[in-house]
């Protein structure tokens, strides 16, 4: 299983077949497809709120999301997330959230945390 990070508007049309999984606070109304969830990588509405306020940088952000992502197991994670490509034809997977691939965005920091995963774009 692969696991890659893209966007939402981006994977709209999903055509590399991947199974989508939501790892923003939010996901769009609009979005087409059936979204797994986990909720264990959402950044939480007090980290959003307080960065779009300007009252965190992208290294605050970077910071608390990080703490909080060390609270966590990767391996219970990547479990997870391999239940996920078994329930769905063992296809690779793609952990989703707004920002475009070239915006700073939590997904980013995601990635560097599980290592081994790639983007879309």
């Known amino acids: 299983m692969k696991i890659f990070t893209s966007y939402y508007k981006y994977i709209e049309m999903n055509p590399h077949g991947l199974v989508p ?3 923003s606070t939010s996901a769009p109304k609009w979005f087409p497809y ?3 969830k986990l ?3 959402y950044p939480g509405w007090d980290i ?9 940088t992208e290294e605050m952000y970077k910071k608390k999301y990080f703490d909080k ?3 966590l197991r990767k391996e219970e994670i990547l ?4 239940v996920f490509s078994i329930e769905n034809g ?3 997977i793609v952990l989703l959230c707004y920002e475009r691939s070239e915006d700073f965005c939590h997904r980013h920091i995601v990635a560097e945390w599980l290592g081994g995963v790639y983007e879309l774009r």
């Open 21 to 23: 999984v939501q790892i």
């Open 34 to 36: 059936y979204l797994e």
């Open 39 to 41: 909720p264990e990588l």
């Open 48 to 56: 959003v709120t307080l960065y779009k306020k300007g009252e965190l």
């Open 69 to 71: 992502l060390c609270l």
């Open 79 to 82: 479990e997870k997330l391999k």
């Open 90 to 92: 063992n296809r690779d």
